[in-house]
């Protein structure tokens, strides 16, 4: 006996919901080119982006935290300084007397060449 290649129901069932796809992308395809979809929508008005000026982008202008007068909380909102590291600031300065440069903050635990850049234009030393 010969057996026919027929397809089976989940063949026939899978082609009928792609082709119903199609049809209904198809159709909405030709409503929104026909101008009918956008009739709807009169009355909106559509932004495009904008390039944002250097003035939007930076962050409002600061006064630098003074290293030699601030006290453990004022230093401790700086970027990168905890409460902890605040404290070795103050204790740094009550030790060896006030920083003559922002540069001398690398001299205190905690405080390396890439937080020092980080810290360079939030402070100042007097």
Not at 4 to 24: D, H, S, Y
Not at 31 to 56: K, N
Not at 59 to 66: G, L, M, S, Y
Not at 88 to 108: K, M, Q
Request: hydrophobic letters at 45%; a negative charge; aromatic letters at 4%.
């Amino acid at each position: 006996m010969e057996r026919k290649n027929c397809p089976a129901k989940a063949e026939l069932l899978l082609l009928g919901i792609t082709a119903a796809f199609l049809c209904l992308v198809l159709g909405l395809s030709a409503f929104i080119r026909s101008g009918a979809g956008a009739a709807q929508y009169e009355g909106f008005t559509v932004e495009t982006e904008r390039a944002a000026s250097s003035a939007e982008l930076l962050p409002p202008e600061e006064e630098p935290v003074d290293i030699n007068a601030a006290d453990v909380e004022e230093l401790a909102t700086l970027p990168g300084i905890g409460e902890k590291l605040a404290r070795r600031i103050v204790d740094y300065r009550a030790e060896h007397g006030p920083f003559s440069t922002v540069d001398e903050l690398v001299n205190v635990s905690g405080i390396g060449e890439g937080k020092l850049e980080v810290l360079r234009g939030h402070v100042r030393a007097g």
